[in-house]
């Protein structure tokens, strides 16, 4: 059975950095893109980033192009995603997901529908 924990998040001041880990068992890793969503209270669960999985792909939201940075480790069954200059705006809860590749083919997109696969999400809060 597919599993993702996360892990890394925490408290922290505005303009700080965290670095969020995911870590992967229950499937094969390197067939599948991995993504970063986030749900702020009374909010919708929206897109954060993606990579892809054996070309290092990746894709940003708007809101943390410049900002995140998504990466992910093959050998480790694990994805990162790091978060500079951290906003009051971007407290969340962060999950990670993950999609076979077959079914991120283009087009697809980037909503949480798109994702078979979640882990139970690290709260993410900055404070001003």
């Known amino acids: 059975q597919a599993q993702l924990v996360e892990s890394g998040g925490g408290l922290v001041q505005a303009g700080g950095s965290l670095r969020l880990s995911c870590v992967a068992s229950?499937?094969?890793?390197?067939?599948?893109?991995v993504g970063w969503f986030r749900q702020a209270p009374g909010k919708d669960r929206e897109f954060v980033a993606a990579?892809?999985?054996?070309?290092?792909?990746?894709y940003y939201a708007d809101s943390v192009k410049g900002r995140f940075a998504v990466s992910r480790d093959n050998a480790k069954n694990t994805a990162y995603l790091q978060l500079n200059h951290l906003r009051v705006e971007d407290t969340a809860i962060y999950h990670c997901?993950?999609?076979?590749?077959?079914?991120?083919?283009?087009?697809?997109?980037?909503?949480?529908?798109?994702?078979?696969?979640w882990g139970q999400g690290t709260q993410v809060t900055v404070s001003s």
């Open positions: 997901a993950a999609r076979h590749r077959v079914k991120a083919y283009p087009g697809s997109g980037y909503t949480a529908s798109a994702f078979d696969h």
């Open positions: 229950g499937l094969s890793f390197s067939n599948y893109e």
């Open positions: 990579v892809k999985w054996s070309d290092d792909s990746t």
